[in-house]
Nanobody, 125 residues
Framework: QAQFEESGGGSVQPGGSTRLSCTAS????????ITWFRQAPEKEREGVLC????????YYLDSVKGRFTVSKDEAKGTVYLLMNALKPEDTAVYYC??????????????????WGRGTQVTVSS
């Protein structure tokens, strides 16, 4: 069974940057898309960004366009979420995983995916 592990979270000041890593095992990152979603306390899950098997990015949130980017290192089986110009409203637990589609899934398909345990990102001064 595929497994995903997020790392790189922590506390960041507003306007700062951080990079999250998603390491996949028993999974081939060049065959399937990898998706990041986030969930803040008492808020619904939000899709953030996805990278397809062909390295096409899909943004689920307009609020992160121009600030967040996604990339992958196929040799390492790792996908990265680079987050710049962070805002307090970006505070959430960030999860990565896959629905095992080559292209990026719609949000409704997230329930069918396999996900990591998440990593906390806190943006505050």
């Amino acid at each position: 069974q595929a497994q995903f592990e997020e790392s790189g979270g922590g506390s960041v000041q507003p306007g700062g940057s951080t990079r999250l890593s998603c390491t996949a095992s028993k999974f081939t990152v060049d065959h399937y898309s990898i998706t990041w979603f986030r969930q803040a306390p008492e808020k619904e899950r939000e899709g953030v960004l996805c990278i397809s098997n062909r390295d096409t990015s899909t943004y689920y949130l307009d609020s992160v366009k121009g600030r967040f980017t996604v990339s992958k290192d196929e040799a390492k089986g790792t996908v990265y979420l680079l987050m710049n110009a962070l805002k307090p409203e970006d505070t959430a637990v960030y999860y990565c995983g896959s629905t095992f589609h080559a292209g990026c899934p719609v949000v409704a398909e997230f329930d069918d995916g396999f996900w990591g345990r998440g990593t906390q990102v806190t943006v505050s001064s």
